[in-house]
T-cell receptor
Framework: GENVEQHPSTLSVQEGDSAVIKCTYS??????FPWYKQELGKRPQLIID?????GEKKDQRIAVTLNKTAKHFSLHITETQPEDSAVYFC????????????FGGGTRVLVKP | GAGVSQSPRYKVAKRGQDVALRCDPI?????LFWYQQALGQGPEFLTY????????KSGLPSDRFFAERPEGSVSTLKIQRTQQEDSAVYLC????????????FGNGTRLTVT
């Protein structure tokens, strides 16, 4: 089955700096890669996703890149703000598996004002 | 519109008790997923429904775990004879189904087994 590794497990950045989180996956058939943000005690919320036919996608301060050959994808947050502090999860799935998501272990991001 | 709704929000059970966790998906969503999230970890897949059909239950940890979605809408996750290792947040998610439809999560049920 799919295995998703996520690094780093914790990340502390100064407000205004950039944050980068990296994930690798094992199943070359995976074709959908979402990122979720989870605040303490709340639901995971989808912040951006990318499909395997695209190499990069951007939404305001958030961007995701995908390297299918290397089987890794990354989340980039620019101009970080205190409200970006949360746990971020990457995930991967393939259509044939019913879009069942396999999650990484999470990255706790702390943005210091 | 309303999001995915789960109840109860918190559940405390004594070891050996049975519990039932409810999920109301977004109206019209065909696919429904259950995940288990231990403290400080990512969600782990338990089971998946497409309408009323349970298509994948490979993540259920033991035969004490049972899920159903009899009318293709509301789903119930039942845990029999709860153990301390069952303590976790149980998340439900739904999606439109087809292609790579985004999953929308509920707030979860935090189960504590004492």
């Amino acid at each position: 089955g799919e295995n998703v590794e996520q690094h780093p497990s914790t990340l502390s950045v100064q407000e205004g700096d950039s944050a980068v989180i990296k994930c690798t996956y094992s199943d070359s058939a995976s074709n959908y890669f979402p990122w979720y943000k989870q605040e303490l005690g709340k639901r995971p919320q989808l912040i951006i996703d990318i499909r395997s036919n695209v190499g990069e996608k951007k939404d305001q301060r958030i961007a995701v890149t995908l390297n299918k050959t290397a089987k890794h994808f990354s989340l980039h947050i620019t101009e970080t703000q205190p409200e970006d502090s949360a746990v971020y999860f990457c995930a991967a799935s393939r259509r044939a598996a019913g879009n069942k998501l396999t999650f990484g272990g999470g990255t706790r991001v702390l943005v210091k004002p | 519109g309303a999001g995915v709704s789960q109840s109860p929000r918190y559940k405390v059970a004594k070891r050996g008790q049975d519990v039932a966790l409810r999920c109301d998906p977004i109206s019209g969503h065909v696919s429904l997923f259950w995940y288990q999230q231990a403290l400080g970890q990512g969600p782990e897949f338990l089971t998946y429904f497409q309408n009323e059909a349970q298509l994948d239950k490979s993540g259920l940890p033991s035969d004490r775990f049972f899920a159903e979605r009899p009318e293709g809408s509301v789903s119930t996750l039942k845990i029999q004879r709860t153990q301390q290792e069952d303590s976790a947040v149980y998340l439900c998610a739904s999606s439109l189904g087809g292609g790579n439809s985004p999953l929308h999560f509920g707030n979860g049920t935090r189960l504590t087994v004492t």
